[in-house]
């Protein structure tokens, strides 16, 4: 099935164009063009929503139930029109867009699920003590209870798990707020035909069309519109740690300051000791090959570091890693500008001398090559920079004297995604010390296992200490990520009937 766009944006139910125009960079095909997104947009956009609010915010959590899992059934209807807009606009195989669509329509289901058995609302009650001494205690319910409009900006690196109807769109109308989409550039096509099945949703379930719209392109002033606009109650964002900062600084400058759930930055680094290390070094070693060229390494959860004691075991281990690596060709990189970036972190590494090359590989246009190197933690630790993240297949290996060394690096990293113990029976009591340090460099904790994959689950954490995300408490993956946009309202002394539905 061919998909072709008409490129316009979804406004409370309307497919709007602008006179300015966009084309989208596909890997392969066709060319096609997209209206740019402006600010009157975005106003319309927050003023649909706004209103949406007092009936979505307030319908029953069955209703909003059955709106996502319609979202769901709509977006299966599609489900090889998507793969085939997708495989374009990304290079992605068709596998990945395959598996990112069952997960996004798996949360989907999951969320609608969630809700409607109210784990998710803390509901609480102090009966009334009219007879306590020497002042009566009223009756007080507590219930958590949706913010209002949530702006969502898609990601370059998932079209569909983290963008249109992603995580943070699933959360935001699962927990009752009507959502604003910025679309990602990268992929506006597949923005689109999501929006049309989210649209289709709205349609069959009764809906307010307010609740979702999307606005695609625009240049720097739509998304900054769009965060400071006095409707819009919380932000969520997947993306670099520049651009996350930057919408974050402006959510905290508004008179009336929002929360802005930003996932930024990781280089999540791994941890392997010594007696691991020694009985499997070629299998982590070619693990990590896998992990780290696994989608081009355009995963967030991408292990970029891999610390080891020096020594032999050390040497098998990267061995092995080099030889995984230089099996693995160049590949097709998201975006004409994500490669680019790419190449300039590479460049950034051969341009010190505190690493030394161990796969040394040129990038051209879109393609990206595996590139690998090596330094000491005395070096790591005086040079900031090997620390940011590269997005991509680069990877680095620091040694270290011993696991005290291992320990004393650890404590100096910044806030990850997630961190990873390699770790056999004998190396227990080394993981004991490195444990209580990981769980707070870290918002994902494994053993034996590399991070590369985020399982939708209840007992999920997508996030972690800043630059990994902007809010330590929340995360973007799972059914935990509804609480982002909620808060808790104590109602005292209330009748039954005044109550919300909830707390009856």
Known sequence: MTFTPHGKHLIAGEWVGTEARFPNE??????????????????????????????????????????????????????????????????????????????????????????????????????????????????????????????VFGASNFPLAFSTAGGDTAAALSAG???????????????????????????????????????????????????????????????????????????????????????????????????????????????????????????CTNPGIAVVTDGADADRFLAAAKAGLEAVGPQTMLTDGIARAYRKGKDRFETRNSVTPVVATDSHDRQGSPNLYETTAEAYLQDHALGEEVFGPLGLVVRVRDTDEMLHLARGFEGQLTATIHMDDADLADAQKLRPVLERKAGRVLVNGFPTGVEVVDSMVHGGPYPAS?????????TLSIRRFLRPVSYQNFPQELLPEDLR
């Open 177 to 299: 707020c009507p959502v604003v989409v910025k679309g990602h550039s990268a992929h506006p096509g597949t923005g689109e035909i999501v929006a049309e099945a989210i649209h289709a949703a709205i349609a069959k379930t009764g809906v307010h069309p307010g609740a979702f719209s999307l606005i695609q392109g625009g240049r720097r002033e739509v998304g900054t519109a769009l965060v400071q606009h006095p409707l819009i109650k919380a932000v969520g964002f997947t993306g670099s740690l520049a651009g996350g900062r930057a919408l974050f600084d402006l959510c905290a400058a508004r008179p009336e300051p929002i929360p802005f759930f930003g996932e930024l930055g990781s280089v999540n680094p791994m941890f392997l000791l010594p007696h691991a290390t020694h009985a499997r070094a070629e299998d982590l070693g070619r693990g990590w090959a896998g992990s780290l060229t696994m989608g081009a390494g355009q995963f």
């Open 26 to 151: 596909p890997a392969f095909g066709p060319v096609h063009e997209f209206s740019m997104g402006t600010v009157e947009l975005v106003n319309r956009a927050c003023e649909a929503a706004e209103e949406a609010f007092w009936s979505y915010g307030q319908a029953r959590r069955e209703t909003r139930a059955a709106f996502l899992d319609a979202i769901a059934d709509e977006i299966e209807a599609r489900a090889e029109a998507i793969t085939e807009i997708g495989t374009r606009e990304t290079g992605l195989p068709e596998a990945r867009l395959q598996g990112e669509r069952n997960r996004t329509v798996g949360q989907l289901r999951l969320f609608a699920d969630h809700i409607c058995k109210g784990d998710f609302l803390d509901r609480r009650h102090d009966p009334a003590m009219p007879d306590r001494q020497p002042a009566p205690r009223p009756e007080i319910r507590m219930v958590q209870r949706p913010i209002g409009p949530v702006a």
């Open 470 to 478: 902007t809010n330590f408490g929340a995360t973007s993956v799972g």
